[in-house]
């Protein structure tokens, strides 16, 4: 009996002790099966970093010459198109400046005669009154030739033709004169209005020579081959156009205008030779 007490409590101490020391390892275990369980958690957890905002991409303006352009025209073009550019151009100059410059003849001329019908005509004579008129006006330059013509109509050789023919025929050709005057550089603009066009033109069938010439040696028809060419051809045919309409226009203007200020001058004429026929001597 008391041998088996003596066994029972052996044992009991034996377990003791065995639980005891393997308290630890179960620990140690326990522990290190948490630890790869945690660790997901713990890396769920943690905050993940923010991902850099990206830069806004930089837009750079990039200028790309027009190579089909007018200034492609001047830089790029061979002798022929420059050459008509240049006539073209010489023939809109000439044209402007003839319209200006007999605008302002003319603006002249009507001022002059709004002058002689208000002062003129209350002269004690023809004398007094071309002398009150501007110097180097037409309608001084009418009246001196009518006084020339009075004055003239003397000796052999003018005593077959009568007074009132001779002094007529002297302010007729100052009339004449005046009038010629008045329409000098109408010509050139009756010329620029009907050639520019065919100046134009001429440009429009070279830029088509050429455009033919480039397809001809690339051997293929291509747009870069022919839109240069082209819009050169195009661009001569407005620059004709842009340039013959206002000398065509300024041209019709001018003559109306003419018109009515040689209406006057022609009144003014036959009153002077009225006051020098019917005078006394």
Do not use: C
């Not at 009075?150 to 009568?162: C, M, R, V």
């Not at 050429?210 to 040696?217: E, F, H, M, P, Q």
């Not at 013959?244 to 209406?263: C, D, S, T």
């Amino acid at each position: 009996m008391n041998q088996l007490f003596r066994r029972i409590v052996a044992s009991a101490a034996l377990m003791f002790v065995t639980a005891g020391a393997l308290a630890p390892l179960a620990a140690q275990a326990q522990d290190a099966n948490k630890a790869p369980a945690a660790a997901p958690a713990e890396r769920a957890a943690a905050p993940t970093p923010a991902a850099p905002a990206p830069a806004a991409p930089t837009v750079s303006k990039v200028t790309v010459d027009n190579p089909y352009g007018f200034m492609a025209l001047i830089k790029q073009g061979g002798p022929v198109s420059l050459m008509t550019l240049i006539v073209l151009a010489v023939m809109s100059m000439g044209s402007w400046y003839i319209i200006f410059v007999k605008l302002w003849e003319q603006r002249q001329m009507i001022k002059e005669g709004k002058d002689v019908n208000a002062t003129f005509w209350k002269s004690s004579s023809l004398e007094d009154g071309a002398k009150k008129l501007k110097d180097g006006s037409a309608y001084r330059y009418v009246v001196e030739s009518g006084l020339e013509a009075n004055s003239s109509h003397q000796g052999a050789l003018t005593q077959n033709i009568d007074k009132n023919t001779w002094v007529g025929m002297g302010v007729q050709r100052a009339i004449d004169a005046v009038n010629s005057r008045s329409q000098e550089g109408l010509s050139f603009l009756a010329t620029v209005g009907s050639t520019a066009p065919f100046v134009g033109l001429f440009g429009t069938v070279w830029g088509i020579f050429k455009a033919l010439t480039d397809i001809g040696i690339a051997g293929q028809a291509s747009i870069d081959k022919v839109a240069g060419p082209v819009g050169e051809a195009l661009i001569m045919t407005a620059l004709g156009l842009a340039v013959a309409v206002p000398a065509v226009m300024g041209y019709n203007w001018l003559i109306r205008r003419n018109k009515a200020m040689m209406e006057q001058v022609r009144g003014f004429g036959g009153n002077v030779h009225a006051v020098l026929i019917g005078r006394r001597p």
